[in-house]
Nanobody, 116 residues
Framework: QVQLVESGGGLVQPGGSLRLSCAAS????????WGWYREAAGKQRELVAT???????NYADSVKGRFTISRDSAANTVYLQMNSLKPEDTAVYYC??????????WGQGTQVTVSS
């Protein structure tokens, strides 16, 4: 089993920044990729960004140029730096880890609210 714990969410004004963290523990051997997803009220969960074990990254068009995903292998932690936040970024953000390219693990989620 893999445990994922997110932190760093909160309330921020439009144009502000937040950094989310996802700390992994447990049986982390074999994790091929990490990701951040978000789920806004009344909407389906959507991909925000992913990073592979080889540090290749992918972003949703809506966050390109504003969000950056990174990974600290030594600390078993993945980050999502979010800049120039917009009200439409308001959602619960979930950390995801994929093991052996087929087993998905999810964190409990952290709320991000962008509002003046």
């Amino acid at each position: 089993q893999v445990q994922l714990v997110e932190s760093g969410g909160g309330l921020v004004q439009p144009g502000g920044s937040l950094r989310l963290s996802c700390a992994a523990s447990g049986s982390i051997f074999g994790i091929n990729a990490w990701g951040w997803y978000r789920e806004a009220a009344g909407k389906q969960r959507e991909l925000v960004a992913t990073i592979t074990r080889g540090t290749s990254t992918n972003y949703a068009d809506s966050v390109k140029g504003r969000f950056t995903i990174s990974r600290d292998s030594a600390a078993n932690t993945v980050y999502l730096q979010m800049n120039s936040l917009k009200p439409e970024d308001t959602a619960v953000y979930y950390c995801n880890a994929v093991k052996y390219a087929r087993i998905n693990y999810w964190g409990q989620g952290t709320q991000v609210t962008v509002s003046s």
